[in-house]
């Protein structure tokens, strides 16, 4: 199996009445398809995830009414792909100098794109081959932050509605739209993968649900001077400082 399902919990949950809200992925892929082709980094783990998503659809999906294909896609390639914080801890100098390999400046956005293309995968098949007999439904939770404007000015306004843009908009975009948020295309440029019409068409409307997952409120300020550095990666092309939290914002 590609991903640990925890069978045991789901028939527990199902012994005690619960209804269970299955998540298919959770940062946890195999070390050996780590080791075999990079994990994420490649476009091979979309037919690798489809895979296993058939298997726990077929398996498990006469008493799981909801999936969620992807946890927090857009945390993933943030923490694990140019800060380094997360396994498989890949970053690069001058962002982050505590990793081994990788490279900030691009594989946030590929790995944010194979894990739209795997997710869209899996909910194609899920409605293709599943969904008129289990009746489930299927979708994707993101981490949102209440993100608000340190200041009343046109440039923190403008900050905050990029940072929207960038760090919800990156996942949020493309299955609602069928693409990446303009200042996500311009900022990123040639770093950012580019869908071709079958994959737009995949993309968009990939979802029954989406789930938020809230925890935090922050104050947005601009840092647009990060644009003229000579060095970019995810971070410098939002474009933005955060500045602590804000309790009580809903």
Not at 37 to 48: E, P
Not at 180 to 204: C, D, H, I, M, W
Not at 205 to 234: C, Q, T
């Amino acid at each position: 199996m590609f991903y640990r399902f925890d069978w045991i919990q789901l028939f527990i949950f199902l012994y005690v009445g619960i209804e269970p809200h299955v998540t298919l992925y959770h940062y946890d892929h195999p070390q050996a398809i780590e080791d075999e082709y990079g994990g994420w980094l490649s476009r091979k783990i979309v037919k690798d995830f489809t895979a296993y998503a058939d298997v726990c659809f077929r398996e498990f999906g006469d008493r799981v009414s909801h999936w969620t294909t992807l946890n927090e896609p857009n945390v993933f390639p943030l923490y694990s792909y140019d800060v380094g914080m997360l396994p498989p801890f890949r970053c690069s100098p001058p962002f982050v100098v505590n990793c081994s390999q990788g490279n900030s400046s691009s594989e946030p956005y590929m790995v944010a794109h194979h894990l739209l293309l795997a997710h869209a995968s899996a909910i194609k098949l899920y409605r293709k081959k599943y969904q008129g007999k289990q009746l489930g439904l299927i979708g994707i939770h993101l981490f949102v932050f209440g993100a608000f404007p340190l200041t009343n000015s046109t440039q923190d306004v403008l900050a905050t509605q990029r940072a929207n843009e960038f760090f919800v908009g990156l996942i949020a975009n493309p299955v609602v739209f069928g693409d990446y948020p303009e200042s996500v295309k311009r900022n990123a440029g040639s770093r950012l993968p580019v869908f071709t019409n079958e994959e737009s068409k995949q993309v968009k409307g990939s979802f029954d649900f989406l789930g938020i997952n809230h925890y935090i409120s922050v104050m947005v300020k601009d840092n647009s001077a990060s644009l003229n550095s000579e060095h970019r990666d995810y971070q410098a092309d939002m474009a933005v400082e955060m500045i602590g939290s804000k309790t009580n914002a809903f």
